[in-house]
Structures are given as structure tokens and as C-alpha cells.
């Protein structure tokens, strides 16, 4: 778990707190190994610095879901889209040739669109899913690959629709694929630059991703 600094001592008591409830409910074996480690965005000290990067990961090189990363709610400020995005891809990018790149599962309550738009054009392009068929389509995007997670009720007396997780409280859960043409493309040091897109990527941000936000996500549904 990261955050600033000066707010890593509180998240560490809430882990804490959280750890000695959780004593009741599950065995001390089962018990998961959770860090608090600060992660001011755009520090490529502090990211170099994370045990993320510093301890091996298991099966790194056969395993690419050894690693996943868990965003939620960090889309707010415009000022720090710049340096969100550059820490998301540094945390992405291979440590070495052939090894996968961890995959972001990313959670996102849309609150004003028009700011929020932007990151979401530079950071990545959404694949439109079904059950069982991925359509893609070429959303405005750069550095990522999005997909909507998907969820049904299986519990009544016929199953239901597939439909978008979080769609009635407005929000989306995304997991996001770093483009693998992107893994050797330097990140750009300027905003601008960094928020135009990868390097060599001609597509032009657009009203796509508010489409694809108050569209249909799914094609129809599929009854088993």
C-alpha cells in the first residue's frame, strides 16, 4: 500500500487496526503480508525504492499475473494526471526483456467527466466486452489496453444478463494491459508531451471515452 510520506504513519495504523480484526475471521497462516510504503506520484526515487522493485517476484518471467496492481480512486486533480500516469508506467514497464508487464486493475467513480476526460484519453484505449467475445475498438489511447470487468447474478432461478461491474453505482472497474509497443518507448519528461500520448502514436485525443462511458459497453447478452 503507498502514499505520501506524511500520510504512510496513519495508513499504517489503519492496516493496523484492520490486521487484528481480521485475526478473528481468518487463520494467522492465511493472513496476507501487507506493506505501507510512501509513493509521492512522479518521484522516480521513490518508485526505484519501492520492494516491488527492489525483492524478486515469484515466477516473474512464466507468471504475467504475479503481479497486479490495484488502483482506486486516484483520478481527481488534473495537476497530478502528469505524474499518476508516469508512476503507473514506471511500475508497469518490464524489469527486463520477456518478463510481462504487471497489469492494473483499476477502480473509477466518474465525477466530472470534462476534467477527468484527459487522463483517461493518454492512459489508455477500452477493448468492449461481452461474455464471451472481446471487440476492440480503437478508443483514444496510448500507453494501455482497458477492459470492463463484467458480473451476473447466478444465484436466480435463471441466470441474469451480463453486465458491467459497478454499473448502478457508477463506477468501473477496469483491467488495464500495458501496449507492449510501449515497453522500450521513453516517458516523456514534459506534461504536455507525456499527456499527448506515447512517442510515435499519431491517434488525436477525442470524445471517444465519453462515448464509451455513456454508451452500451456490452453486446447483447448471452444465456447459458
Known amino acids: 500500500m503507498t502514499d505520501l ?12 487496526e484492520a490486521r487484528t480484526r481480521w485475526m478473528g475471521t481468518i487463520h494467522p497462516s492465511a ?7 510512501p509513493l509521492p ?9 519501492l520492494s516491488l522493485n527492489r525483492a524478486p517476484r515469484p515466477d ?4 504475467p499475473d504475479a503481479v497486479t496492481i490495484l488502483a482506486s480512486d486516484l483520478v481527481y486533480f488534473p495537476f497530478l494526471y502528469p505524474p499518476l500516469l508516469r508512476t503507473l508506467l514506471g511500475l508497469t514497464t518490464p524489469r527486463r526483456p520477456g518478463s510481462p508487464s504487471p497489469k492494473v486493475l483499476f477502480a473509477y467513480k466518474v465525477r466530472s467527466l470534462v476534467r477527468e476526460q484527459p487522463f483517461w484519453s493518454a492512459f489508455g484505449r477500452h477493448l468492449l466486452t461481452s461474455h464471451e467475445t472481446l471487440l476492440t475498438t480503437d478508443f483514444a489511447g496510448r500507453w494501455f489496453h482497458l477492459e470492463s470487468v463484467a458480473s451476473r447474478v447466478t444465484t436466480a432461478p435463471k441466470p ?6 459497478g454499473e448502478a453505482d457508477d463506477i468501473h472497474i477496469f483491467l488495464c494491459t500495458r501496449k507492449a509497443s510501449t515497453y522500450d518507448q521513453p516517458i516523456p519528461t514534459d506534461d504536455e508531451h507525456l499527456m ?3 512517442p ?7 470524445s471517444q471515452f465519453e462515448l464509451m462511458l ?11
Open 200 to 206: 510515435g502514436d499519431a491517434t488525436s485525443a477525442d
Open 5 to 16: 510520506g506524511s500520510v504512510c504513519p496513519l495508513l499504517s495504523r489503519n492496516l493496523s
Open 31 to 37: 493472513l496476507p503480508t501487507v506493506r505501507v510504503e
Open 160 to 165: 441474469t444478463s451480463w453486465t458491467r461491474f
Open 60 to 63: 516473474d518471467d512464466d507468471d
Open 41 to 49: 506520484w512522479g518521484d522516480a526515487d521513490a518508485l526505484r525504492n
Open 214 to 224: 455513456l454508451g452500451d459497453l456490452f453486446s447483447p447478452s448471452v444465456d447459458e
Open 196 to 198: 499527448r500520448g506515447a
